[in-house]
T-cell receptor, first 111, second 114 residues
């Protein structure tokens, strides 16, 4: 059973637009929710992360929105740029133990 | 220069052959992980280790083996029992301390079957 469900599978956004990727989880014991960015042939790199005691976290153009009651969290990329074109993964973990990853979203930002 | 290194970048396996993927970290992290990445399936956990000389199976451990003799090293062996080994393999580490849960990834090894 997929512990973390991610959508959409792929996303195409115009330069300057907002990219939104959504994730949902089942286990209410999860206490850490990171987002990773991966370029082709490279390992994922941590982009931004949130804990369930806050509803939003912003770092530059990247924002995580977290809805604890709905068990959902999303990544918003403001003013999307062609350099943001990559695959994005959401994840969840409990107390730093096993991490569960979404299936990834391939983002393409067109000029 | 701190980080996680994986070698080789590309690895070719012949039928019936065991191959070993290297993962080294100099971040002084306690926990290390191996993931397999296939197109459209995200990252699936093969094995993980929270401390030296101890490791646990992940979701897809069959056909794989690991060792953790040193804190900085966590090699993965893909055995001949793994019938579909072609994939991108990622090693990761984390501090392993309560409340510090960020996971860092290496650059990956792509395994291809001849």
């Amino acid at each position: 059973q997929q512990q973390v469900k991610q959508s959409p599978q792929s996303l195409i956004v115009q330069k300057g637009g907002i990219s939104i990727i959504n994730c949902a989880y089942e286990n209410t014991a999860f206490d850490y929710f990171p987002w990773y960015q991966q370029f082709p042939g490279k390992g994922p790199a941590l982009l931004i992360a949130i804990r369930p005691d806050v509803s939003e976290k912003k770092e530059g153009r990247f924002t995580i929105s977290f809805n604890k009651s709905a068990k959902q969290f999303s990544l918003h990329i403001m003013d999307s740029q062609p350099g943001d074109s990559a695959t994005y993964f959401c994840a969840a973990s409990k107390a730093g133990n096993q991490f569960y990853f979404g299936t990834g979203t391939s983002l393409t930002v067109i000029p | 220069d701190g980080g996680i290194t994986q070698s080789p970048k590309y690895l070719f396996r012949k039928e019936g052959q065991n191959v070993t993927l290297s993962c080294e970290q100099n971040l002084n992290h306690d926990a290390m992980y191996w993931y397999r990445q296939d197109p459209g399936q995200g990252l699936r956990l093969i094995y993980y280790s929270q401390i030296v000389n101890d490791f646990q199976k992940g979701d897809i451990a069959e056909g794989y083996s690991v060792s953790r003799e040193k804190k900085e090293s966590f090699p993965l062996t893909v055995t001949s029992a793994q019938k579909n080994p072609t994939a991108f393999y990622l090693c990761a580490s984390s501090p392993g301390l309560a409340g510090v849960t960020t996971q860092y990834f290496g650059p990956g090894t792509r395994l291809l079957v001849l």
